[in-house]
Structures are given as structure tokens and as C-alpha cells.
């Protein structure tokens, strides 16, 4: 996870480098310590940077969660989760890394996630809708095309290939990780690669269970989090897990979460909404600068991932 971070950080310093003057090139020569913690004329000072954003929906209006840190007119990152559902819990590391860079950066709970509202209607939970809520929260906290770095982790690496689909136009870079721009090329990765690595027999009761549907069944959680969790999601014993790892896993809306994703931990089943998305072919579409962040043991396929790098250089270089 260290290792991810550094590289989203060298990529957010590339992309200031690459679209900004020669002046603004070194980041640390244009905030100061001091200005990067000065929260004069803020209005989100007596609630540590947290505001409630209003959220327009087809069934009404709702409010999510943000929370601001630090303080940079030339970088402003907004940080989208993955799930569906799940929570800005797990990037709380990056309190650790980005105010010594003097990133100005915003976790945000989604909408149905548990910092935010949580309505109980499914006809919310679709990547049109909450392209719109990510654009809603951009215009309430003032993110604008010169300062505006989009990150996006997994479901929200969907998100926010959806959001550059659309609004590219706020954009002054995009970070996509650990995310491929195909579910059903992820669904054969899943299939083919990363379920015949783990230990026959308990792929064999892994996939018992998932035919019988029985995914309640405590002991299906207990081999995804025993034997998978620790090989791709996060690479160290699970009794080491840091906390908010913990929260968020504590945290997740499954009334989000299954309806988009499905209940399988090992690609996108049944009638899930997001089992047939795929952007491989319209990725040209995106002009804006965009680093994409993979590994070798990611649950999605870390070739797919260095092709989408690649095609994203040719249209950087050659656009």
C-alpha cells in the first residue's frame, strides 16, 4: 500500500509539472507550511474541514459527507471509494503522505455510504447517477479545470472513468487504481487466474457455496477473508490489518453494494448493474493526463492495467 501511494504522488507532481507553468513546477517552493494549514475565511473550520453537501436525486434531495485537509489553490484531489457502499475509511493512510507534499485533498462518503445519507431505493444506485453526485460535489467545494485531481480506487475507478467520460472538461489530471475498464474482462481474470491459485479444496467449497447462492453463509466470508483477502486485497496477515481497513469493512452498505457489485467476492454475478460495463474502447475519448496505479498481486489484472497505461501515454503523447 506504501508503495501505491508513493506512486500516486509522483504522478499528481507529474501532472502539476506537465500542465502548469514552469513556475509552479516545484510544489513545496509555492505553499508554505503555513499556508497550507490556513483556514482563514473558511467556512468548514469549526467542523475540521468536514461539510455536508446537498445532493440533488430523482426521489429528492439528500446530503454526503466530505472532509477537506490542508490547503492548495493548484492541487485539490477528491478522493472516490470503492464497494459500492463502502467508505473513504481505507485511504485514511494518506493522512501520512499528502500534507507533506501540500496536497490539498477531500475524502467523501457516497451517497448510501455510511458517513452520508443512506436511502433505501435502488433505482439511486447507478454509475449515471452518481457521476452526477460527484459533479454536485465538485461545484459545492469550488473544484475547478486548474486544480482539479480526480482519484479513483477500484468501483471508484469506475466512477471516475464515468466522470472524465462526461465532465473531462473540470479535469486537470485523473488517477485510476486498481482498476480495469472491463467487469467481464475482470470476471475471466478472476475465473481463470486468481481462483486456481488459491488452494483447490477451498476453491472447491468457495464455488459450492457461491452455486448454492449461500452467500450469507458465515463460512463463505470466512475463506474469502482466511485465504483471499490476505494474497490480493491487502497483502499482510488479517489480524495486522490497520484500522480503518477494519472500519470500512465494518462500515459497508450491502443495500449498494450487491445490487451494483453482487454478492461474489470473485467478479460480478448474477443480475449485478455494473456485470457488463466496459470502456476499453472509448478510453480515447479522454484527453485529460491520467496515471493509472496497479500491482502484481491486485485482485484485477495488473497486464490489463499496464495496457491502459500504455494506451493513455499514446493519447497523452499523440493526441
Keep these: 500500500m506504501k508503495e501505491l501511494i508513493y506512486f500516486l504522488m509522483a504522478g499528481v507532481l507529474f501532472f502539476h509539472g506537465c500542465t502548469g507553468s514552469e513556475n509552479d513546477t516545484n510544489l513545496k517552493n509555492k505553499i508554505s507550511h503555513t499556508d497550507y494549514f490556513e483556514n482563514t475565511g473558511r467556512d468548514d473550520v469549526l467542523t475540521g474541514g468536514i461539510k455536508m453537501i446537498n445532493i440533488a436525486t430523482p426521489i429528492g434531495n439528500f446530503k454526503v459527507w466530505t472532509k477537506r485537509i490542508g490547503n492548495n489553490p493548484k492541487i485539490k484531489v477528491l478522493l472516490l471509494h470503492g464497494g459500492p457502499g463502502a467508505t473513504h475509511e481505507a485511504f485514511e493512510c494518506f493522512d501520512s503522505y499528502f500534507p507533506k507534499e501540500g496536497f490539498e485533498y477531500y475524502y467523501y462518503d457516497q451517497l448510501g455510504s455510511y458517513y452520508s445519507d443512506q436511502p433505501s431505493d435502488s433505482t439511486l444506485w447507478s454509475t449515471e447517477r452518481f457521476v452526477e453526485e460527484v ?60 481462483g486456481p491459485k488459491l488452494d483447490p479444496a ?94 502484481k498481486h491486485d485482485t484485477m489484472d495488473p497486464n490489463h492495467m499496464k495496457w491502459v497505461a500504455y494506451v493513455f501515454l499514446i493519447l497523452q503523447k499523440f493526441p
Design 135 to 194: 459533479e454536485q460535489v465538485r461545484n459545492a467545494l469550488n473544484l475547478k479545470k486548474e486544480n482539479f485531481y480526480l482519484y479513483g480506487q477500484s468501483w471508484g475507478g469506475i466512477l471516475a472513468i464515468e466522470y472524465a467520460l462526461k465532465y473531462q472538461e473540470n479535469l486537470k489530471g485523473l488517477i485510476i487504481s486498481n482498476m480495469m475498464m472491463s467487469i467481464p474482462d475482470y470476471i475471466n481474470y478472476a475465473e481463470e487466474v486468481l
Design 202 to 295: 477451498v476453491l472447491t467449497e468457495i464455488k459450492e457455496l457461491e452455486a448454492n447462492e449461500d452467500y450469507e453463509n458465515p463460512r463463505y466470508l470466512e475463506l474469502v477473508i482466511t485465504h483471499y483477502y490476505p494474497k490480493h486485497f491487502l497483502r499482510m496477515p488479517v489480524e495486522s490489518w490497520p484500522d480503518p481497513i477494519n472500519r470500512t469493512f465494518k462500515h459497508i452498505n450491502p443495500e449498494v453494494y450487491i445490487p451494483m457489485q453482487g454478492p461474489s467476492e470473485f467478479g460480478v454475478a448474477g443480475s449485478a448493474k455494473l456485470k457488463n460495463w466496459d470502456r476499453k474502447s472509448d478510453l480515447p475519448q479522454i484527453s485529460v493526463p491520467a496515471l493509472i496505479i496497479g500491482a
